[in-house]
């Protein structure tokens, strides 16, 4: 390691080398400068920063400017490990100064405090140690958040898990309760999947399951309705609820924009075609959805019974259809009459299932 300049290739393990970046931190530097300066170090993406003062002093100084520049960093960004050296005179400094200066140091967020290093071995050794606790670091919190998906995603699909659906479910829910869109809730079934079982074997089922989770995804990324320039589709959560049941939610202007984007979703299944382990299976899926009106409060079980009760109701009606309730006013959930469902026009209040004759579904709706 050259001591004032940028030295590249410390080792941390054999064949791995490690970027280090120097910052020179002078007494006259304002916190401006002091931010442009980290601003240039952590432009070439060093593993490490040293950062090089005169005094016990400059260090203090130097200590809040690391705090404040980490702090206004996005979360997600990787960060350096940060080594600050005081390599000036330490005559008069009492050990009591020198230990408050490395927890204060630490504090801040710097990773390591070297007092006067006294060969460029020392300096390198320490840097080195920095570093690699911060790697470990970084390796234990990738895999605690790997745990953390694997404990909240679905295996089989990839999608979110029942358990993890209800609290962001709940989120979506109080974070839309004041805005200007509404939110669809969407409780989907694959219809006739023992068969599929039945006629084939579970692997056949588990692939075309895996799949239908594909055609969740590829569906959430399109850029949905245009309702007064803006689109509907962001964010989506979707899960598999269990077995082949699957929820949805997403933010929507009004239930006829969620009803047509859910049966642009249910057309999509119904299009494709799964090959699994030499056979070819095509299947359909029902949708029950309910729609809460933005400036209302609906609770969440309550909003996924409502979902539960139209997705019922689409499989009475044939299945491959997607039925909605409007929540905008209390609904007896036992007792679901025609003035409850949406039709396309909103200007009207009958129902509407997706792939059927219109007449023929008010002739049966209650």
Sequence with gaps: MRRGGRADGVSLEPDITTR?????GSPGIRDGGATALFSRAAASHPDAVLLQVDSIDDAGVWFARVKSWRESLDPGVTQPAIIVHVTGELNGVSDADLSGL????????????????????ELEMRVTHALRFRVMTRQLRARNAELTRLNDHDELTGLLNMRAFRPCLGKLLAGHEDGIRGIAVVMMDIDWFKLVNDRNNHLVG????????????EWSKEPGLA?????IMRPVIAARYGGD?????????S???ALLMVDRLRGMISRQVFLSHGKVVRVTASFGVSWRAPGTSVDLTRALSAADAMLYRSKEFGRNLVSVMDLRDPVDLDHVGRTDLVDRNASRDDHRLAGVDEAEVLQKVG
């Design 227 to 231: 309702n007064a320039g803006r689109a």
């Design 102 to 121: 490395m927890l204060r140091g630490l504090d801040s967020g710097v990773d390591d405090v070297v007092i006067a290093a006294r060969t460029s071995q």
């Design 20 to 24: 280090i970046a120097t910052i020179h």
């Design 206 to 217: 588990s692939d075309v399951l895996r799949s239908i989770g594909d055609v969740i995804r």
């Design 245 to 253: 049941e699957f929820a949805l939610a997403f933010a929507a202007g």
């Design 255 to 257: 239930p006829t924009e």
